[in-house]
């Protein structure tokens, strides 16, 4: 197409632009003042002005319900202002103690069960750039069954699971012994004795709900878990109105088809009881899940053209004052134009590198910085890590109706580890630790266990457990919580036995059931002679 001289600054739309261009112009005068309005604030005050207008004329219009198309994509900063946050209600400094010893305890664990005479494998990393994630959630949102309305369906991350393996020895529901059967389940006589290697309810069927560690099986099962709950709802089965099902996911986890299939679906069926949370630590199991791309990023504009509603958590508190004084926008121009590869690089170098190479590429932007020591910089969290940005989130996608949530939480995969381990390409891989690598992770989570413990566990491969007491005040806020939330999650309940004769509950003519349910039963036997 040839442009015409009094169309040279009009670019040429197609369709899938959502510029409409075959509109007629009914009223050009004023179409031009408005052009040359945008293009004075642009001369005078700088694009990031212009674009900050533009920005709240969008938002206007969707108020005003003009159909104006919606944003596929926002900036790479949080969703939620910082004065929009909502008072965090919890102990944020006792919640972060807990938070540390199961960090501390999920490490020991997947270390003592790769000791040379086992060495069954595990994943420590994981676990470590959730941790938040998941505390938040259990400390505050995650209802149990005792809950009116009949609680909560969480489906959580396969890999995450030594962490809530981990939260469950703080609550009294597993022992040590127990949890040195990480992965043993044959060789300790079944699951009673030893800890399934992931989520899986046939083989601790009073522990999980749902399995979840094929990749995929996570999401796809939580959507159609939703819209059953709406079933039952509708149908006068049960009152599930009050119920939320929460799918814990990982970012390499949604390329799978069955991760963003039926996302549409969960839109269309307007499953507002639906809430994602995916954690974008940028690794997989081969290297990284978008290098040179930005995989939060995707995944917005994935779910926001599917119709769902999108919060990002990407950065910690810390960076708000840096956001504040971002007058001429360099700072988030920078986060928006810095790849994951580059990120994860971030991560594992130190604060005069992040200094030089981040910071450093913009006078503007050096400037912001120049306040803060290296030691500062290098610490600057992910919003992943951060408590109260987690909560903001969750409170909002728990208000919101009409439409499912996913929260897009920006982490670091092995945070808190040695730097020979945190966000290391091969920490997927990494299944145990070393008493130096143990020492300095005891420093950073500030737990009283000493360097004689460590050497003498470390030697045998058994590296020491920790736990504060019973009577501790970290056990004692950890169950206070639960308590109120409606007990314990994950737990598995079954009301009655099922057998082949189709009875619900044993005849008169069924012995007791087994105190072991036989191995893979096809049916729960009920004992009696049909079985």
Sequence with gaps: ????????????????DGLPSQLPDIDPAQTRDWVDA????????????????????LEQARGLHLGVPALSATDYVNTIPTEREPWFPGDEALERRIRRIIRWNTAVMVTRANRPEIGVGGHIATYQSAAALYEVGFNHFFRGRDHPGGGDQVFLQGHASPGIYARA????????????GFRQELSRGGAQRSLASYPHPRLMPDFWEFPTVSMGLGPIN??????????LHARGIADTSGARVWAFLGDGEMDEPESLGPIGLAAREELDNLIFVVNCNLQRLDGPVRGNGKVLQELESFFRGAGWNVVKVVWGREWDKLLAADRDGVLVEAMNTTPDGQFQTYAT????????????????LRALAEHLTDAELERLPRGGHDY????????????????PTVVLAHTVKGWTLPHSMASRMANHQMKKMTADDLKVFRDRLELPITDEAIDAGADRGLPPYHHPGADSEEV???????????????ERRRTDLRCRSRRTRPGPGCAPA???????PRWRSCGCSRN
Excluded: C
């Design 1 to 16: 197409m040839t442009l015409t001289p009094d169309r040279v600054d009009t670019p040429y739309s197609v369709i899938n």
């Design 38 to 57: 945008l293009r004075t604030v642009v001369e005078n005050e700088g694009p990031h002005r212009a674009r900050f207008l533009l920005l709240r004329m």
């Design 169 to 180: 020895y703080l609550e009294g529901r597993f022992d040590e012994q127990r949890l040195d």
């Design 222 to 231: 939580a959507i159609y878990q939703a819209r059953f709950n709406r079933y």
């Design 349 to 364: 170098e130190s604060g005069a590198y992040i200094r030089e190479h981040f910071f450093g590429r913009d006078p503007r």
């Design 388 to 403: 109260r940005k987690i909560f903001a989130a969750y409170r909002a996608a728990t208000e919101h109706t009409g439409r």
């Design 476 to 490: 004692r806020y950890l169950l206070d919580r639960r308590a109120e939330l409606g007990g314990f999650v994950p």
């Design 514 to 520: 087994p105190a072991t349910p036989p191995w893979r």
